[in-house]
């Protein structure tokens, strides 16, 4: 079963307030408790939000209201998603906040390191980046096979370099790995989120900035249609070895 083809909306107005503007630097960072002017997370979704001003550009003093608000104005995510995604949330939170292992960061991620690393969880590694984008293949274009094998690939990387990695990919981290390219599918890929342009994939993956040529989906995504997205590519990734 495929998702119904969407019909992409009005394009959002990023100029104004709405402006594309990306910290960087020592102004930045992605640890919990930092004194840096601006506080970003390991998802490029939330550090876009902030880069356009749907949230605070500063990352910081964001209520669970305002995050749900940004998520279905933007991305156009169903009402009930955005309020489950959001349910757990302090009262007021930064986005480094997020950066906490396990909470909302976690290893194998699509372009940033392990917290094994040590490193600012906030940060795309461009290595990995690179990696990924450079397998768009003649039309330039990320398939959902595409993501699910770079998924299976990433968490063997993790397994054989991060301590304790297989102890702490639990099921719920594993649901959570692969809904990650399931949103970036519903949200930014084509109308049948069968696959992602290079070009938007690497706007809001490393830049973490709106492409210019985004238009929300019309049609709400749902809790249903993430879920789906979401078993089709572990169940992509499981079988690689035998379809790639």
């Known amino acids: 079963m495929n998702r119904p083809v969407l019909v992409a909306s009005k394009r959002l107005d990023l100029t ?3 402006a594309y503007y990306r910290p960087s630097g020592d102004e930045v960072s992605g640890f919990k408790g930092s004194g840096a002017k ?18 605070p550009r500063d990352g910081k003093e964001i209520t669970p209201r305002l995050l749900q608000q940004a998520l279905v104005d933007v991305y156009n995510l169903d009402t009930s998603l955005a309020e489950l995604l959001v349910s757990s949330l302090p009262a007021a939170f930064t986005l480094a906040d997020m950066g906490v292992h396990n909470l ?18 906030s940060r795309v590694n461009s290595t990995l980046a690179s990696n990924l984008l450079s397998r768009g293949g003649s039309d330039q274009h990320l ?23 297989e102890q702490e990919f639990t099921s719920e981290r594993m649901v959570t790995s692969y809904s990650e390219p399931a949103v970036i599918l519903l949200v930014m890929g084509d109308d049948s989120a069968a696959s992602i342009s290079v070009d938007r994939a690497n706007s809001f993956l490393v830049g973490e900035r709106i492409p210019d040529d985004y238009g929300k989906p019309k049609t709400p995504v749902t809790l249903f249609w993430c879920l789906w997205l979401t078993l089709q590519l572990k169940m992509l990734a499981m079988l690689s070895p035998v379809l790639v």
């Open 104 to 121: 909302l960061e976690h290893d194998a991620s699509l372009v940033h390191d392990d917290s094994y690393s040590r490193g600012d969880p």
């Open 38 to 55: 601006y506080h970003r997370s390991p998802c490029p979704a939330l550090n876009t939000l902030a880069n356009h001003g749907y949230l």
């Open 143 to 165: 398939t959902k096979m595409t993501l699910a094998v770079y998924r299976r690939e990433r968490e063997a990387d993790s397994a054989a370099n991060t301590p304790s990695f």
């Open 16 to 18: 104004g307030e709405h």
